[in-house]
């Protein structure tokens, strides 16, 4: 469920989660997300993640168009991403306090509001598979399908702000494939599926090391190429630019 990278261009809580089956004969949304978990690693090694520093590229090989990302997180929620575009110039990101923020120089500074808002914070979750419980209200098997030619349960996850997005996960594997959803942006909301493939073991966890997102019909693949992790991030990587503060309501 990472794709931090491409969509960035509770156990015992007091959080309540509505889980159903579509058909009793399919495995429960829950233990198909629970199962991707111990897949991908489990839960000690989940809980040993408490920084990210990652790097790779974005590439859209019909425009010839290539960046370079870097991309900090720490937890639980502080994110900072760079994607340096070859001729184009610098897009930044990130999340902290509960602001959404992007600038660019193309389309200046901006504060996220509303749905992409939410969606941001979401996607900033550092371990967000593993709190899957905290970001959505409600999980459902909706039945099968083939992805890539493997066959995948198909669950529907529902935040508890915004529109459901639905993940593929492999039966034989437990390996979550594509998602399906409806990402907000500045440009208005545009449909996209986001296809995930060669997971690799990064400090324990395995994560999709190659991520294509198909929307607006065009095709954009981001390639992680390292991702350090628990290595100290200086606090002030995430502190709001000037142009965002400036942005800020008054107090």
């Not at 550092?126 to 083939?146: C, F, I, M, Q």
């Not at 915004?162 to 998602?179: A, D, V």
Request: proline content about 4%; charged content about 25%; hydrophobic content about 40%.
């Amino acid at each position: 469920m990472n794709r931090r990278f491409v969509l960035a261009l509770i156990v015992g809580a007091p959080f309540a989660v509505s889980i159903q089956a579509a058909d009793p004969d399919l495995p429960s949304a829950e233990s198909i997300l629970d199962r991707y978990i111990e897949v991908t690693g489990g839960k000690a090694a989940y809980e040993r993640h408490k920084s990210e520093i990652a790097t790779g590229k974005l590439e859209f090989a019909a425009a010839g168009v290539k960046g370079a990302i870097v991309q900090y997180s720490a937890a639980p929620d502080k994110y900072y991403s760079s994607l340096d575009i070859d001729g184009i110039g610098k897009v930044e990101m990130g999340v902290v306090d509960g602001v959404a923020w992007e600038k660019s120089a193309l389309l200046g500074a901006r504060i996220k509001t509303g749905e992409e808002r939410a969606q941001a914070i979401r996607e900033a979750r550092l371990n967000a598979p593993y709190h899957w419980r905290e970001l959505y209200s409600k999980v459902e098997t909706a039945g099968t399908d083939t992805v890539n030619g493997e066959d995948c349960y198909k669950v529907v996850l529902t935040p508890k702000e915004g529109r459901p997005e639905t993940m593929y996960f492999e039966k034989k594997s437990g390996l979550m494939r594509k998602t399906t959803l409806i990402a907000a942006s500045q440009m208005g909301d545009v449909s996209a599926d986001v296809i995930a493939a060669e997971y690799k073991d990064f400090g324990g966890v395995l994560i999709p090391s190659k991520v294509t997102q198909k929307a607006a019909g065009q095709e954009f693949t981001t390639t992680i190429d390292a991702i350090k992790v628990n290595e100290e991030i200086p606090a002030a990587r995430f502190d709001l630019p000037a142009e965002i503060k400036a942005l800020l309501p008054k107090k």
